[in-house]
Protein backbone atom coordinates (compact mmCIF):
# COMPACT_ATOMS: atom_id res chain seq x y z
CA UNK A 1 0.00 0.00 0.00
CA UNK A 2 2.64 2.53 1.19
CA UNK A 3 5.59 1.47 -1.06
CA UNK A 4 5.42 4.34 -3.34
CA UNK A 5 5.56 7.21 -0.60
CA UNK A 6 8.33 4.59 1.40
CA UNK A 7 10.29 4.74 -1.68
CA UNK A 8 10.26 8.43 -2.50
CA UNK A 9 10.78 9.50 1.34
CA UNK A 10 13.60 6.66 1.52
CA UNK A 11 15.26 8.91 -1.37
CA UNK A 12 14.57 12.14 0.24
CA UNK A 13 16.37 11.26 3.30
CA UNK A 14 18.99 9.11 1.76
CA UNK A 15 20.49 12.50 0.07
CA UNK A 16 21.26 13.80 3.39
CA UNK A 17 23.52 11.55 4.63
CA UNK A 18 27.36 12.16 4.05
CA UNK A 19 26.68 15.84 4.87
CA UNK A 20 28.56 17.01 7.91
CA UNK A 21 26.40 20.31 8.38
CA UNK A 22 22.59 21.15 7.72
CA UNK A 23 22.07 24.64 6.18
CA UNK A 24 18.65 26.02 5.89
CA UNK A 25 18.61 25.52 2.42
CA UNK A 26 19.02 21.79 2.82
CA UNK A 27 16.44 21.64 5.00
CA UNK A 28 14.02 23.47 2.83
CA UNK A 29 15.15 21.32 0.10
CA UNK A 30 14.03 18.07 1.92
CA UNK A 31 10.76 19.53 3.26
CA UNK A 32 9.66 20.20 -0.17
CA UNK A 33 10.74 16.93 -1.37
CA UNK A 34 8.49 15.15 1.10
CA UNK A 35 5.82 17.33 0.68
CA UNK A 36 5.92 16.24 -3.25
CA UNK A 37 6.12 12.63 -1.79
CA UNK A 38 2.84 12.79 0.50
CA UNK A 39 0.84 14.85 -1.74
CA UNK A 40 1.40 12.36 -4.68
CA UNK A 41 0.55 9.70 -2.53
CA UNK A 42 -2.99 11.16 -1.65
CA UNK A 43 -2.77 12.71 1.45
CA UNK A 44 -4.72 15.59 2.66
CA UNK A 45 -3.30 18.74 2.07
CA UNK A 46 -4.07 20.23 5.63
CA UNK A 47 -2.17 17.33 6.93
CA UNK A 48 0.33 17.87 4.84
CA UNK A 49 0.70 21.43 5.78
CA UNK A 50 1.22 20.97 9.56
CA UNK A 51 3.50 17.90 8.94
CA UNK A 52 6.11 19.83 6.98
CA UNK A 53 5.52 23.06 9.10
CA UNK A 54 6.49 20.74 12.15
CA UNK A 55 9.26 19.00 10.59
CA UNK A 56 10.58 22.28 9.17
CA UNK A 57 10.57 23.87 12.57
CA UNK A 58 12.35 21.06 14.78
CA UNK A 59 14.83 20.59 11.99
CA UNK A 60 16.02 24.07 11.71
CA UNK A 61 15.97 24.18 15.75
CA UNK A 62 18.93 23.48 18.38
CA UNK A 63 18.08 19.14 18.19
CA UNK A 64 20.02 19.62 14.34
CA UNK A 65 21.90 22.37 14.57
CA UNK A 66 24.09 21.01 17.89
CA UNK A 67 23.65 17.02 16.84
CA UNK A 68 26.62 14.99 15.77
CA UNK A 69 24.67 13.36 13.08
CA UNK A 70 22.33 16.38 11.60
CA UNK A 71 21.26 14.31 8.93
CA UNK A 72 19.87 11.15 11.51
CA UNK A 73 18.77 13.71 13.18
CA UNK A 74 16.31 14.79 10.62
CA UNK A 75 15.07 11.20 9.98
CA UNK A 76 14.39 11.16 13.42
CA UNK A 77 11.98 14.29 13.44
CA UNK A 78 9.90 12.62 10.13
CA UNK A 79 9.95 9.31 11.94
CA UNK A 80 8.38 10.98 14.91
CA UNK A 81 6.37 13.40 13.14
CA UNK A 82 4.98 10.75 10.86
CA UNK A 83 4.14 8.21 14.40
CA UNK A 84 1.85 11.65 15.38
CA UNK A 85 -0.14 11.73 12.40
CA UNK A 86 -0.90 8.38 12.67
CA UNK A 87 -2.23 8.55 16.40
CA UNK A 88 0.98 8.72 18.52
CA UNK A 89 0.26 5.40 20.94
CA UNK A 90 -1.35 2.20 20.59
CA UNK A 91 -4.86 2.49 21.83
CA UNK A 92 -6.82 -0.85 22.76
CA UNK A 93 -10.34 -1.67 22.57
CA UNK A 94 -12.11 -0.46 25.83
CA UNK A 95 -13.98 -3.06 27.21
CA UNK A 96 -17.22 -2.83 29.45
CA UNK A 97 -17.12 -3.29 33.19
CA UNK A 98 -20.05 -5.38 32.88
CA UNK A 99 -20.07 -7.66 29.89
CA UNK A 100 -21.08 -7.93 26.98
CA UNK A 101 -18.88 -5.39 25.79
CA UNK A 102 -20.60 -4.22 22.42
CA UNK A 103 -18.41 -3.09 19.03
CA UNK A 104 -20.51 -1.76 16.48
CA UNK A 105 -19.33 -1.89 12.76
CA UNK A 106 -20.21 1.01 10.31
CA UNK A 107 -18.98 2.06 7.08
CA UNK A 108 -19.71 2.42 3.26
CA UNK A 109 -20.62 -0.98 1.17
CA UNK A 110 -17.60 -2.90 0.27
CA UNK A 111 -15.32 -1.20 2.91
CA UNK A 112 -15.34 -4.94 3.91
CA UNK A 113 -17.70 -4.57 7.35
CA UNK A 114 -18.42 -8.21 6.80
CA UNK A 115 -15.48 -9.94 6.52
CA UNK A 116 -13.76 -7.78 9.27
CA UNK A 117 -16.18 -8.84 12.05
CA UNK A 118 -15.43 -11.82 11.21
CA UNK A 119 -11.73 -11.26 11.90
CA UNK A 120 -12.05 -9.14 14.82
CA UNK A 121 -14.19 -11.91 16.27
CA UNK A 122 -11.78 -14.82 15.94
CA UNK A 123 -8.98 -12.11 16.83
CA UNK A 124 -11.05 -11.39 19.94
CA UNK A 125 -11.34 -15.36 20.32
CA UNK A 126 -7.65 -16.08 20.01
CA UNK A 127 -7.52 -13.82 23.46
CA UNK A 128 -10.04 -15.75 25.35
CA UNK A 129 -13.09 -13.83 24.89
CA UNK A 130 -16.58 -15.07 23.41
CA UNK A 131 -17.24 -12.94 20.55
CA UNK A 132 -21.04 -13.28 19.32
CA UNK A 133 -21.96 -12.13 15.63
CA UNK A 134 -24.84 -10.21 14.85
CA UNK A 135 -26.26 -9.88 11.46
CA UNK A 136 -28.09 -6.26 11.32
CA UNK A 137 -27.25 -6.26 7.46
CA UNK A 138 -30.69 -6.73 6.30
CA UNK A 139 -30.59 -5.13 3.07
CA UNK A 140 -27.81 -6.24 0.89
CA UNK A 141 -28.32 -9.75 -0.74
CA UNK A 142 -26.70 -12.54 1.24
CA UNK A 143 -25.32 -10.38 3.90
CA UNK A 144 -26.71 -12.56 6.49
CA UNK A 145 -25.64 -15.92 4.54
CA UNK A 146 -21.89 -14.32 4.29
CA UNK A 147 -21.76 -13.31 8.23
CA UNK A 148 -22.50 -17.08 9.29
CA UNK A 149 -20.43 -18.18 6.80
CA UNK A 150 -17.42 -15.85 8.41
CA UNK A 151 -18.57 -16.71 11.62
CA UNK A 152 -18.34 -20.57 10.77
CA UNK A 153 -14.95 -20.05 9.53
CA UNK A 154 -13.86 -17.88 12.34
CA UNK A 155 -15.26 -20.43 15.00
CA UNK A 156 -17.63 -18.15 16.32
CA UNK A 157 -21.40 -18.13 16.84
CA UNK A 158 -23.47 -15.95 14.61
CA UNK A 159 -27.21 -14.26 16.03
CA UNK A 160 -29.35 -14.11 12.26
CA UNK A 161 -32.82 -14.14 12.96
CA UNK A 162 -33.89 -12.50 10.16
CA UNK A 163 -33.13 -14.00 6.34
CA UNK A 164 -32.17 -10.47 5.19
CA UNK A 165 -32.52 -9.74 1.92
CA UNK A 166 -35.08 -6.46 2.52
CA UNK A 167 -36.92 -8.60 5.05
CA UNK A 168 -36.67 -7.85 8.93
CA UNK A 169 -35.78 -4.82 11.42
CA UNK A 170 -32.03 -4.15 11.86
CA UNK A 171 -33.08 -1.79 15.22
CA UNK A 172 -35.00 -5.00 16.75
CA UNK A 173 -32.11 -7.60 15.57
CA UNK A 174 -29.63 -5.59 17.55
CA UNK A 175 -31.88 -5.50 20.69
CA UNK A 176 -32.61 -9.17 20.36
CA UNK A 177 -28.86 -9.68 19.83
CA UNK A 178 -27.65 -8.00 23.20
CA UNK A 179 -30.19 -10.24 24.93
CA UNK A 180 -29.19 -13.72 23.18
CA UNK A 181 -25.58 -12.64 24.37
CA UNK A 182 -26.39 -12.00 28.10
CA UNK A 183 -28.47 -15.37 28.04
CA UNK A 184 -25.39 -17.46 26.34
CA UNK A 185 -22.80 -15.65 28.63
CA UNK A 186 -21.16 -13.98 25.11
CA UNK A 187 -18.87 -11.23 26.50
CA UNK A 188 -18.27 -9.48 23.21
CA UNK A 189 -21.30 -8.49 20.60
CA UNK A 190 -20.33 -7.65 17.44
CA UNK A 191 -23.12 -5.73 15.76
CA UNK A 192 -22.55 -6.31 11.39
CA UNK A 193 -24.57 -2.69 10.22
CA UNK A 194 -25.37 -2.25 6.32
CA UNK A 195 -23.46 0.29 4.22
CA UNK A 196 -24.55 2.07 1.23
CA UNK A 197 -22.71 2.54 -2.14
CA UNK A 198 -22.82 6.73 -0.82
CA UNK A 199 -23.18 8.59 2.25
CA UNK A 200 -26.68 9.43 2.65
CA UNK A 201 -29.50 10.53 5.16
CA UNK A 202 -31.21 6.72 5.26
CA UNK A 203 -27.78 5.36 6.32
CA UNK A 204 -27.42 8.01 8.69
CA UNK A 205 -30.53 7.42 10.39
CA UNK A 206 -30.20 3.51 10.55
CA UNK A 207 -27.01 4.02 11.79
CA UNK A 208 -27.90 6.28 14.84
CA UNK A 209 -30.80 4.40 15.29
CA UNK A 210 -28.96 0.88 16.35
CA UNK A 211 -26.29 3.10 18.17
CA UNK A 212 -29.13 4.60 20.05
CA UNK A 213 -30.86 1.42 21.00
CA UNK A 214 -27.48 -0.84 21.78
CA UNK A 215 -25.43 1.96 23.56
CA UNK A 216 -22.24 0.09 21.96
CA UNK A 217 -19.23 0.59 24.04
CA UNK A 218 -16.84 1.07 20.67
CA UNK A 219 -18.12 2.12 17.43
CA UNK A 220 -15.65 1.31 14.29
CA UNK A 221 -15.68 2.83 11.56
CA UNK A 222 -14.58 0.76 8.39
CA UNK A 223 -12.43 2.01 5.88
CA UNK A 224 -11.28 0.76 2.77
CA UNK A 225 -7.53 2.28 2.33
CA UNK A 226 -7.79 2.43 -1.28
CA UNK A 227 -10.34 4.90 -2.45
CA UNK A 228 -8.49 7.87 -1.97
CA UNK A 229 -9.55 11.36 -0.39
CA UNK A 230 -13.56 9.69 -0.31
CA UNK A 231 -11.87 7.81 2.81
CA UNK A 232 -11.44 11.75 4.52
CA UNK A 233 -14.73 12.55 3.42
CA UNK A 234 -17.19 9.97 4.32
CA UNK A 235 -15.17 9.69 7.72
CA UNK A 236 -16.17 13.34 8.31
CA UNK A 237 -19.64 12.67 7.52
CA UNK A 238 -19.89 9.53 10.22
CA UNK A 239 -18.09 11.68 12.23
CA UNK A 240 -20.54 14.37 12.47
CA UNK A 241 -23.98 12.35 11.40
CA UNK A 242 -23.52 9.19 13.49
CA UNK A 243 -20.14 9.62 15.96
CA UNK A 244 -17.36 6.37 16.32
CA UNK A 245 -14.51 5.85 18.40
CA UNK A 246 -12.10 4.62 16.01
CA UNK A 247 -11.23 3.41 12.84
CA UNK A 248 -10.36 0.34 11.27
CA UNK A 249 -8.13 0.28 7.78
CA UNK A 250 -9.27 -2.51 5.42
CA UNK A 251 -7.18 -3.80 2.27
CA UNK A 252 -3.61 -2.16 3.32
CA UNK A 253 -2.24 -4.96 0.73
CA UNK A 254 -3.96 -2.98 -2.24
CA UNK A 255 -1.73 -1.33 -4.53
CA UNK A 256 -3.87 2.48 -4.27
CA UNK A 257 -1.78 5.37 -3.30
CA UNK A 258 -2.90 4.78 0.54
CA UNK A 259 -1.94 8.17 1.52
CA UNK A 260 -5.45 8.83 2.36
CA UNK A 261 -5.11 6.51 5.39
CA UNK A 262 -2.75 8.54 7.07
CA UNK A 263 -5.46 11.66 6.62
CA UNK A 264 -7.95 9.84 8.82
CA UNK A 265 -6.39 10.11 11.99
CA UNK A 266 -5.55 13.33 11.84
CA UNK A 267 -8.70 14.68 10.32
CA UNK A 268 -11.15 13.02 12.39
CA UNK A 269 -9.07 12.78 15.55
CA UNK A 270 -10.39 9.21 16.36
CA UNK A 271 -7.58 6.65 16.82
CA UNK A 272 -6.67 3.79 14.30
CA UNK A 273 -7.49 0.52 16.10
CA UNK A 274 -6.56 -1.91 14.16
CA UNK A 275 -5.62 -2.87 10.40
CA UNK A 276 -6.61 -5.26 7.40
CA UNK A 277 -3.54 -6.29 5.09
CA UNK A 278 -5.09 -9.54 3.47
CA UNK A 279 -7.90 -11.63 2.98
CA UNK A 280 -7.64 -14.43 5.21
CA UNK A 281 -9.15 -14.25 8.20
CA UNK A 282 -5.63 -14.28 10.35
CA UNK A 283 -4.36 -10.81 8.20
CA UNK A 284 -6.21 -8.96 10.65
CA UNK A 285 -3.69 -7.31 13.86
CA UNK A 286 -3.94 -4.34 16.17
CA UNK A 287 -2.39 -1.21 14.63
CA UNK A 288 0.92 0.22 15.93
CA UNK A 289 1.41 3.81 14.58
CA UNK A 290 5.05 3.44 15.23
CA UNK A 291 5.77 0.34 13.57
CA UNK A 292 3.51 1.72 10.76
CA UNK A 293 5.65 4.75 10.70
CA UNK A 294 9.27 2.64 10.85
CA UNK A 295 7.83 0.38 7.70
CA UNK A 296 6.66 3.96 5.93
CA UNK A 297 10.43 5.46 5.62
CA UNK A 298 11.94 1.82 5.14
CA UNK A 299 13.34 0.89 8.62
CA UNK A 300 11.08 -2.46 9.06
CA UNK A 301 9.24 -3.55 11.62
CA UNK A 302 11.18 -6.08 13.57
CA UNK A 303 8.39 -6.15 16.50
CA UNK A 304 6.07 -7.60 14.62
CA UNK A 305 8.25 -10.07 13.10
CA UNK A 306 8.68 -11.36 16.32
CA UNK A 307 5.77 -11.35 17.67
CA UNK A 308 4.37 -13.73 14.43
CA UNK A 309 7.28 -15.85 15.17
CA UNK A 310 6.68 -16.37 18.66
CA UNK A 311 3.32 -17.64 18.13
CA UNK A 312 4.06 -19.45 15.23
CA UNK A 313 7.06 -21.60 16.64
CA UNK A 314 6.77 -24.03 19.43
CA UNK A 315 8.84 -22.89 22.14
CA UNK A 316 9.89 -26.73 23.06
CA UNK A 317 10.64 -27.35 19.38
CA UNK A 318 12.91 -24.30 19.20
CA UNK A 319 14.52 -24.82 22.53
CA UNK A 320 16.01 -28.68 20.94
CA UNK A 321 16.22 -27.07 17.89
CA UNK A 322 19.04 -23.81 19.56
CA UNK A 323 20.70 -27.12 21.27
CA UNK A 324 21.88 -28.23 18.18
CA UNK A 325 23.27 -25.22 16.44
CA UNK A 326 26.42 -25.14 17.83
CA UNK A 327 27.15 -28.91 17.64
CA UNK A 328 25.97 -29.32 13.69
CA UNK A 329 23.38 -31.65 15.01
CA UNK A 330 20.59 -29.85 12.59
CA UNK A 331 18.77 -32.34 10.83
CA UNK A 332 16.23 -31.85 7.83
CA UNK A 333 13.09 -33.22 10.08
CA UNK A 334 14.05 -29.89 11.88
CA UNK A 335 14.23 -28.25 8.67
CA UNK A 336 10.61 -29.37 7.96
CA UNK A 337 9.29 -28.15 10.96
CA UNK A 338 10.56 -24.99 10.75
CA UNK A 339 9.53 -24.53 7.52
CA UNK A 340 5.96 -25.97 8.17
CA UNK A 341 6.10 -22.56 11.18
CA UNK A 342 7.50 -20.26 8.75
CA UNK A 343 3.87 -21.33 6.44
CA UNK A 344 1.85 -20.14 9.32
CA UNK A 345 3.34 -16.52 9.98
CA UNK A 346 1.82 -15.75 6.40
CA UNK A 347 3.56 -15.31 2.86
CA UNK A 348 7.30 -15.22 2.29
CA UNK A 349 7.51 -11.91 0.28
CA UNK A 350 5.60 -10.51 3.44
CA UNK A 351 8.01 -11.69 6.32
CA UNK A 352 11.26 -10.25 4.73
CA UNK A 353 9.68 -6.99 3.83
CA UNK A 354 9.42 -6.48 7.65
CA UNK A 355 13.28 -6.78 7.92
CA UNK A 356 15.31 -3.39 7.52
CA UNK A 357 16.19 -2.60 4.52
CA UNK A 358 13.82 -4.91 2.75
CA UNK A 359 13.11 -1.54 0.44
CA UNK A 360 16.46 -1.95 -1.77
CA UNK A 361 15.43 -5.47 -2.70
CA UNK A 362 11.56 -5.06 -3.44
CA UNK A 363 11.84 -6.76 -7.23
CA UNK A 364 13.62 -9.57 -5.32
CA UNK A 365 10.69 -9.95 -3.00
CA UNK A 366 8.33 -9.86 -5.13
CA UNK A 367 9.48 -13.10 -7.12
CA UNK A 368 9.73 -14.83 -3.93
CA UNK A 369 7.30 -17.96 -4.61
CA UNK A 370 5.99 -20.07 -1.24
CA UNK A 371 5.40 -22.62 -3.78
CA UNK A 372 9.09 -23.11 -3.61
CA UNK A 373 8.76 -24.54 0.13
CA UNK A 374 5.72 -26.63 -0.60
CA UNK A 375 8.62 -28.20 -2.76
CA UNK A 376 11.31 -28.37 -0.30
CA UNK A 377 8.24 -29.90 1.93
CA UNK A 378 7.35 -32.55 -0.38
CA UNK A 379 10.95 -33.46 -0.76
CA UNK A 380 11.91 -34.22 2.23
CA UNK A 381 8.58 -35.92 3.07
CA UNK A 382 9.89 -38.48 0.43
CA UNK A 383 12.55 -39.18 2.44
CA UNK A 384 12.87 -42.09 5.46
CA UNK A 385 13.26 -41.26 8.98
CA UNK A 386 16.82 -42.54 8.66
CA UNK A 387 17.51 -40.09 5.51
CA UNK A 388 16.08 -37.31 7.17
CA UNK A 389 18.06 -37.95 10.38
CA UNK A 390 21.51 -38.29 8.47
CA UNK A 391 21.53 -36.56 5.36
CA UNK A 392 25.18 -37.89 4.04
CA UNK A 393 23.59 -41.20 3.26
CA UNK A 394 21.50 -40.31 0.73
CA UNK A 395 23.24 -41.69 -2.11
CA UNK A 396 22.00 -41.81 -5.76
CA UNK A 397 20.04 -44.08 -5.73
CA UNK A 398 18.27 -42.63 -3.30
CA UNK A 399 17.75 -39.42 -4.43
CA UNK A 400 16.45 -40.81 -7.77
CA UNK A 401 14.07 -42.36 -5.38
CA UNK A 402 13.39 -39.13 -3.46
CA UNK A 403 13.02 -37.82 -6.81
CA UNK A 404 10.57 -39.84 -8.59
CA UNK A 405 8.56 -40.19 -4.51
CA UNK A 406 8.00 -36.25 -4.61
CA UNK A 407 7.60 -35.31 -8.33
CA UNK A 408 10.60 -33.34 -9.27
CA UNK A 409 13.64 -33.58 -10.67
CA UNK A 410 17.28 -35.45 -9.43
CA UNK A 411 18.45 -32.23 -9.39
CA UNK A 412 16.31 -30.53 -7.30
CA UNK A 413 16.88 -33.04 -4.49
CA UNK A 414 20.43 -32.46 -5.16
CA UNK A 415 19.84 -28.56 -4.47
CA UNK A 416 18.08 -28.79 -1.29
CA UNK A 417 20.90 -31.74 0.61
CA UNK A 418 23.65 -29.17 -0.89
CA UNK A 419 22.46 -26.23 -0.02
CA UNK A 420 21.39 -27.70 3.43
CA UNK A 421 24.27 -28.58 4.42
CA UNK A 422 25.34 -24.85 3.93
CA UNK A 423 22.99 -23.52 5.71
CA UNK A 424 23.63 -25.79 8.84
CA UNK A 425 27.09 -24.68 8.68
CA UNK A 426 26.20 -20.98 8.30
CA UNK A 427 23.80 -21.73 11.14
CA UNK A 428 26.83 -23.08 12.76
CA UNK A 429 29.10 -20.47 12.47
CA UNK A 430 26.33 -17.88 13.42
CA UNK A 431 25.68 -19.77 17.10
CA UNK A 432 29.43 -20.12 17.74
CA UNK A 433 30.44 -16.02 16.95
CA UNK A 434 27.05 -15.14 18.99
CA UNK A 435 27.18 -17.40 22.04
CA UNK A 436 24.09 -19.62 20.78
CA UNK A 437 24.59 -23.31 21.32
CA UNK A 438 28.36 -22.11 22.47
CA UNK A 439 30.19 -24.00 19.19
CA UNK A 440 31.16 -27.66 19.43
CA UNK A 441 30.54 -30.05 22.57
CA UNK A 442 34.17 -31.03 22.02
CA UNK A 443 36.14 -28.10 21.56
CA UNK A 444 36.61 -25.93 24.98
CA UNK A 445 38.89 -23.36 25.43
CA UNK A 446 42.33 -23.89 27.67
CA UNK A 447 43.43 -21.61 30.02
CA UNK A 448 47.19 -19.72 30.95
CA UNK A 449 48.23 -23.42 32.44
CA UNK A 450 46.61 -25.57 29.57
CA UNK A 451 43.62 -26.81 31.69
CA UNK A 452 40.46 -27.12 29.99
CA UNK A 453 38.16 -24.28 30.90
CA UNK A 454 34.10 -25.03 30.89
CA UNK A 455 32.22 -24.25 27.88
CA UNK A 456 29.56 -21.98 27.26
CA UNK A 457 25.83 -23.04 28.40
CA UNK A 458 23.12 -23.43 26.09
CA UNK A 459 20.57 -20.42 26.49
CA UNK A 460 17.03 -20.24 27.36
CA UNK A 461 14.96 -19.84 24.07
CA UNK A 462 12.04 -17.78 24.48
CA UNK A 463 9.07 -17.91 21.54
CA UNK A 464 11.24 -18.75 18.38
CA UNK A 465 14.46 -17.71 18.88
CA UNK A 466 17.10 -18.02 17.88
CA UNK A 467 16.49 -21.78 17.22
CA UNK A 468 13.31 -21.63 16.10
CA UNK A 469 14.26 -18.92 13.36
CA UNK A 470 13.52 -20.43 10.04
CA UNK A 471 17.06 -22.35 8.40
CA UNK A 472 16.08 -21.00 5.02
CA UNK A 473 18.47 -21.90 2.50
CA UNK A 474 21.32 -19.44 1.43
CA UNK A 475 20.11 -16.92 -1.37
CA UNK A 476 19.14 -17.58 -4.64
CA UNK A 477 18.06 -21.31 -3.22
CA UNK A 478 16.29 -22.47 -7.35
CA UNK A 479 15.29 -19.18 -7.41
CA UNK A 480 12.73 -19.49 -3.87
CA UNK A 481 14.44 -17.10 -1.35
CA UNK A 482 16.84 -13.89 -2.10
CA UNK A 483 19.93 -13.10 -1.50
CA UNK A 484 19.36 -11.69 2.36
CA UNK A 485 22.71 -10.07 2.54
CA UNK A 486 21.40 -7.18 1.72
CA UNK A 487 19.17 -6.78 4.71
CA UNK A 488 19.83 -4.72 7.41
CA UNK A 489 21.22 -1.52 6.18
CA UNK A 490 18.47 0.52 7.59
CA UNK A 491 19.07 -0.60 11.20
CA UNK A 492 21.53 2.45 11.69
CA UNK A 493 18.83 5.05 11.22
CA UNK A 494 16.60 3.37 13.60
CA UNK A 495 16.09 6.41 15.70
CA UNK A 496 15.83 4.98 19.28
CA UNK A 497 16.83 1.74 18.24
CA UNK A 498 17.49 -0.72 21.53
CA UNK A 499 17.47 -4.41 20.99
CA UNK A 500 16.78 -4.61 25.06
CA UNK A 501 12.77 -4.16 23.62
CA UNK A 502 12.77 -7.35 21.69
CA UNK A 503 13.36 -9.57 24.34
CA UNK A 504 16.06 -11.40 23.24
CA UNK A 505 16.93 -14.44 24.75
CA UNK A 506 19.77 -14.00 27.21
CA UNK A 507 23.12 -16.33 27.57
CA UNK A 508 23.15 -17.88 30.79
Known sequence: MFDTLSDRLTSVLQNLRGKGKLTDADIDATAREIRIALLEADVALPVVREFIA???????????????????????????ELIGILGGETRR????????????????????????????????????????????????????????VVGERAGVQTFAPEPGNGVGDPV??????????????????????????????????????????VQPDEILFVVDAMIGQDAVTTAEAFRDGVGFTGVVLTKLDGDARGGAALSVRQVT??????????????????????RMASRILGM????????????????????????????????????????????KMGPIGNLLG???????????????DDKHLDRL??????????????????????????AQGSGVTVREVNDLVNRFFEARKMMQQMAGRFGFGGGSATKRKKGKKGKKGKG????????????????????????????????????????????SKFKLPKNK
Do not use: W, Y
Not at 309 to 320: I, P, R
Not at 470 to 493: E, K, R, T, V
Open 54 to 80: HVKERAKGAEVSEALNPAQQVIKIVNE
Open 456 to 499: PTQPKVRGGFPGGMPMLPPGGAGGGMPDLSQLGGGMNDVPGFDP
Open 93 to 148: LSLAKNPPTVIMLAGLQGSGKTTLAGKLALFLKKQGHAPLLVACDLQRPNAVTQLQ
Open 377 to 402: QAIIRGMTPAERADPKMINGSRRQRI
Open 269 to 290: GQPILFASNGEKLEDFDTFHPD
Open 354 to 368: MLPGAGQMKDQLAQV
Open 172 to 213: DVARRGIDEAKHAQHDIVIVDTAGRLGVDEELMKQAADIRDA
Open 300 to 343: GDLLTLIEQAEQAFDQEQAEKAAAKLGTGQLTLEDFLEQMLAVR
